[in-house]
């Protein structure tokens, strides 16, 4: 089984997208669930004075999934498993919502942690420009009710350039998303299919590609 992972900040679109991606191909789906955490708001984002449970809870939640993933028999499985995060991009975040100290507790967690986690086939890293995350945010508050200050936003996003501006352990597919709409146009999400195929067929491992394209909101 192929394992191809969709990243990107909040708002990005990955969570949507990665079920299109299972629908389309017959694959199967791994969600990142904030359901599951009790430090986490209806929003997605961690209680007052609770980030460092929040993360933690979340990181150890990823890890769980990572490590079934390995222990069952998929791989032998021809479909494609689809998920919306990296764990090893954890990290990015994260580092913004802690105390030093409790970063560096986090980081040694981390650190143990990802001795075990499988590297992904594909790596898509769906990037958009910060006024178009603050205009995606804005249409998801409609269901949350809440939506982050613009600071905060840019923040995550720069740091999620840097990661993966930097990224080497694994093929790398980074989509720049302010143009299209795959959710609703099909057109773009035909065309980020076939690019997806071409990344999984034609580059090897540690290989980094850059394209242009949008993603739907999450």
């Given at each position: 089984m192929r394992m191809i992972v969709l990243e990107g900040p909040r708002g990005i679109g990955k969570t949507h997208l990665v079920g299109m991606l299972a629908e389309r191909t017959g694959g199967r789906v791994i969600r990142a669930s904030a359901k599951s955490?009790?430090?986490?708001?209806e929003s997605g984002a961690p209680e007052s004075g609770y980030s460092f449970q929040a993360i933690l809870h979340s990181l150890m939640s990823q890890f769980k999934q990572a490590h079934q993933l390995m222990q069952a028999d998929l791989f032998s499985d021809a479909s494609p498993c689809f998920l919306d995060y990296l764990v090893e991009a954890s990290p990015i975040s994260a580092r913004l919502l802690m105390s030093r100290r409790e970063a560096d507790l986090f980081d040694t967690y981390f650190d143990i942690m990802m001795q075990r986690v499988p590297l992904p086939d594909l790596i898509v890293y769906l990037r958009?420009?910060?006024d178009v995350l603050m205009e995606r945010l804005a249409l998801a508050e409609r269901e949350d009710g809440e939506i982050p200050n613009r600071e905060f936003v840019d923040s995550v996003n720069r740091a999620y350039d840097d990661f993966f501006m930097n990224y080497k352990r694994s093929s790398l597919l980074i989509v720049d998303?302010?143009?299209?709409?795959?959710?609703?146009?099909?057109?773009?999400?035909?065309d980020f299919c076939q690019d997806l195929e071409w990344a999984l067929q034609d580059?090897?491992?540690?290989?980094?590609?850059?394209?242009?394209?949008?993603?739907?909101?999450?």
């Open positions: 955490n009790p430090f986490l708001s958009a420009s910060t998303t302010d143009e299209a709409d795959y959710r609703n146009v099909p057109r773009d999400f035909h580059n090897g491992m540690g290989s980094v590609i850059r394209l242009t394209g949008s993603a739907a909101q999450d």
